[in-house]
């Protein structure tokens, strides 16, 4: 069965360095998205992603944030200078279409972000 | 603003039901759903419901909707161990993005 994937699993990185995750959606879906759970609050959405452009961002998805789909397969979320509260599981999720219920959104297992 | 709201935990025996239960605010929430998380796991997930229907049922899980109040439960029968996770319940609507809100989840233990 067809599966979301996520690298790395877990990623530690020094407060103000950039980090990359990185994940390889369904093949033949069309919508991505980022998620992030900060450890026990509440999934949120970040940001969605159709035909190579942001369909919805949150106010979380601020100037520091970034997203890409660098080729065919990949789709990536930049940090670009991390902080302490950006520690977080985020997880990426991608879907057949946009909206309806035939938008089931497909989840990755999550990059757990750690920022000392 | 949206809001989706669930109880933290719950504990029931093996073979008995499990109800969990979530509030949510957006009366213009299309779409209801609820995924599983197990440990080291992505959101799975597990049945949703149009918001013009008041119940759905798949196997061992019963999705009721009461759309007046805007309550969703998830009844699972005969509760097994391998149903020990953490279950989310999420809305969406039509007109976004498919933007999913989310509850805080809740943990359910299931003891044999």
């Known amino acids: 069965e067809p599966e979301v994937t996520q690298t790395p699993s877990h990623q530690v990185t020094q407060m103000g360095q950039e980090v990359i995750l990185r994940c390889v959606p369904i093949?033949?879906?069309?919508?991505f998205y980022w998620y992030r759970q900060i450890l026990g609050q509440k999934v949120e959405f970040l940001v969605s992603f159709y035909n190579n452009e942001i369909s919805e961002k949150s106010e979380i998805f601020d100037d520091q944030f970034s997203v890409e789909r660098p080729d065919g397969s990949n789709f990536t979320l930049k940090i670009r200078s991390t902080k302490l509260e950006d520690s977080a599981m985020y997880f990426c999720a991608s879907s057949p279409t946009g909206t309806g219920y035939k938008d089931t959104q497909y989840f990755g297992p999550g990059t757990r972000l750690t920022v000392l | 603003g949206e809001d989706v709201e669930q109880s933290l935990f719950l504990s029931v025996r093996e073979g008995d039901s499990s109800v969990i239960n979530c509030t949510y605010t957006d009366s213009s929430s299309t779409y209801l759903y609820w995924y599983k998380q197990e440990p080291g796991a992505g959101l799975q997930l597990l049945t949703y419901i149009f918001s013009n229907m008041d119940m759905k049922q798949d196997q061992r899980l019963t999705v009721l909707l009461n759309k007046k109040d805007k309550h969703l439960s998830l009844r699972i029968a005969d509760t097994q161990t391998g149903d020990s996770a953490i279950y989310f319940c999420a809305e969406s609507h039509d007109g976004n993005t498919g933007k999913l809100i989310f509850g805080q989840g809740t943990t359910l233990q299931v003891k044999p």
């Open positions: 093949s033949n879906h069309l919508y």
